[in-house]
């Protein structure tokens, strides 16, 4: 137990470090381009993005550590972490070409990936721990909801 609370906090906090320094280059957009943007009526207000995401962030963090608690000798542990960490990688980059590089399109692009990336995270996961699958669900169903706002912003602007 003492172990899977170890790896459970290391990749909360992974995540979370994720998200703060994605927040960086979200930043440096989120108060002038940003604002300045056309946005479909299915925008939500800005105040809720943070804490979605760092609950995001934790759940994801807590679906990492089960699965890497049962040891990185399992080969399944191995791959679905792979993926695990490729898609968080998707998900910084989205940040810091969306925001950062104020690229709708591109954005759009990397998240269609980073939606196959969580797909197989999933599968991945659902074959070490099925409740390390279900844990991402959210991220994955917030990710497509991320997807058609990005979507419609690139379309309207």
């Known amino acids: 137990m ?3 609370i170890t790896h459970i906090t ?4 992974i995540c ?3 998200g703060f320094l994605s927040s960086i280059a979200t930043q440096s957009s ?3 381009w940003y604002l300045s943007l056309n946005k479909p009526v299915f925008n ?3 105040w809720i993005f943070a804490p979605v995401w760092t609950l995001l962030y934790i759940l994801m963090g807590i679906s990492a550590g089960i699965v890497s608690a049962m040891g990185f000798f399992h080969n399944r542990v191995k791959i679905a972490l792979y993926y695990f960490g490729f898609q968080l990688l998707f998900n ?7 925001f950062g590089f104020r690229s709708a399109f591109w954005a759009l692009l990397i998240i269609l990936v980073l939606l196959a990336l969580i797909l197989a995270t999933i599968r991945w996961f659902k074959a070490v721990s099925l409740l390390s699958a279900y844990l991402l669900i959210p991220y994955f169903l ?3 909801f991320a997807t058609a706002l990005n ?3 690139w379309e309207m602007n």
């Open 2 to 4: 003492k172990n899977k």
């Open 10 to 13: 290391i990749w909360v906090l």
């Open 16 to 18: 979370l470090l994720i």
């Open 30 to 32: 989120v108060n002038d």
């Open 44 to 46: 939500p207000p800005n």
């Open 92 to 98: 910084a980059l989205w940040s810091v070409v969306f």
């Open 142 to 144: 917030w990710v497509c």
């Open 151 to 153: 979507y419609k912003i």
